[in-house]
């Protein structure tokens, strides 16, 4: 199959290397120092099992330069994949699927506005990071990729998606019910990525102190709140399953979006604590500690992105 993956970060380039290893052709969209390292030397993929280097069939920051294909794989940060939708139009056929990867609930919206026909929801778990640009290094348990469609149909072209993925080396399913898929991980990653952003303490710290503790509590039950507002199914059940992977992790861990927001960084917080609190104003719920969380990280989010200077 021809997979377009837009994107050279940890995800990008991880799913790009693996699925080009495999055997399938593989264009990866990157820009900058990725770009031309990839160009130059190719991806260097490390696991905890193995080690290698592999050349996308084409890597360049122009998708003008890649063919049609059947996958397109959105493997940019939340807040660029209005600005990437935009270019990809003439990467797809009436068959062709578009999987977004990104933490938050408002890519797939964004993508289906778009491109009602090719876009379907997705998500990923795995523990992945860039070592330097073109090379990245997973660990952990095996990645995976789940997706589907609002109606549940699983085409002929998702069916053969997931059998890619398979042959690639992580695990894959179809869902028949993506919207809550991707809000049970959007429960775990907006509760790690806001408490621990506005505390900038780690998971050990947070679960053990009683008041940061509540903190994770609250911040749960208003994500969870705002999602049956949306008539999606969460509750007990998967808060209860989000507290038993933050119990597994190590105490040190933190999340990516709060070692952004403490190295000034650009971050995920407008897509995460941001979108509870529009996405509850527009269904009539009050998010008060992710109003306060997004308000007190704001201010170093708008400097970040050149829009503030103090």
């Not at 199959?1 to 991880?14: H, P, R």
Request: net charge neutral; with cysteine; charged share 20%.
């Amino acid at each position: 199959m021809k997979f377009a993956v837009i994107g050279s970060g940890a995800l990008g380039c991880y799913y790009a290397g693996m699925l080009k290893k495999a055997g399938e052709q593989v264009f990866l969209l990157s820009r900058g120092e990725s770009l031309e390292t990839i160009k130059r030397d190719g991806l260097r993929i490390i696991t905890d099992s193995s080690e290698f280097i592999i050349q996308p069939d084409v890597t360049s920051c122009r998708v003008e330069d890649f063919p049609k294909v059947d996958v397109v794989i959105i493997a940019v940060k939340t807040w660029q994949v209005r600005e990437v939708s935009s270019m990809i139009g003439h990467l797809l056929t009436r068959k062709s699927i578009i999987i977004p990867l990104q933490n938050g609930v408002e890519s797939y919206p964004t993508l289906k506005e778009l491109y009602p026909h090719n876009a379907i929801g997705g998500l990923t778990r795995m523990i992945c990071y860039v070592k330097s640009p073109g090379t990245v290094r997973q660990t952990g348990f095996q990645p995976y990729i789940t997706f589907g469609r609002d109606d549940a149909i699983a085409t002929q072209t998702m069916s053969d998606t997931r059998d890619c993925f398979h042959g690639a080396g992580f695990s894959s399913e179809i869902s028949d019910d993506i919207q809550r898929e991707i809000w049970v991980k959007f429960l775990v990653m907006t509760t790690f990525g806001g408490v621990g952003s506005v505390t900038q303490a780690p998971i050990g710290v947070l679960r053990a102190m009683k008041e940061t503790r509540e903190m994770m509590d609250d911040s749960m039950d208003e994500v969870i709140g705002v999602a049956n507002s949306m008539n999606v199914n969460i509750g007990p059940g998967e808060k209860s399953q989000s507290w038993t992977w933050f119990e597994s992790l190590p105490p040190e861990t933190t999340s990516s979006t709060q070692r952004d927001v403490a190295v000034g960084k650009p971050s995920e917080i407008g897509d995460l604590s941001g979108a509870v609190v529009r996405l509850g104003k527009i269904n009539g719920m009050n998010t008060p500690l992710h109003s306060f969380i997004y308000s007190s990280i704001l201010p170093g989010e708008e400097r970040a992105r050149g829009r503030l200077h103090f």
